[in-house]
């Protein structure tokens, strides 16, 4: 099932988010598996991040990667877990739109 989730990392730069990304695609491995789409925006008072993940899981292993190496960069951590939310359904342009439903 795939999932969308929307992160608010306040205090973020756009700068720091790119340095992050940098540093994650430099790591030996796709930690990007299973990430469909992602869209960082600068705001006034950081940056928020919309990813739409195949599943819970890669998420998760996302974030096992991920979070180590925003901690060695200084990135503050204060907002707490993004939120997360089931999809209904998603498509992306140029692919067949796919209804996920629930599983359970």
Do not use: N
Request: charged share 25%.
């Amino acid at each position: 099932m795939a999932v969308f989730v929307h992160a608010t990392l306040p205090g973020v730069t756009a700068e720091q988010y790119d340095a992050l990304d940098k540093e994650l695609r430099a790591l030996p491995g796709d930690h990007f598996d299973g990430c469909l789409s992602r869209v960082c925006a600068a705001t006034e008072s950081g940056v928020e991040l919309f990813d739409l993940w195949e599943s819970p899981e890669a998420v998760e292993k996302f974030g096992r990667v991920m979070l180590p190496v925003a901690g060695r960069l200084g990135l503050p951590m204060t907002s707490g877990p993004p939120r997360t939310v089931e999809t209904h359904s998603h498509w992306i342009p140029g692919v067949r739109p796919r209804t996920t439903g629930r599983t359970r």
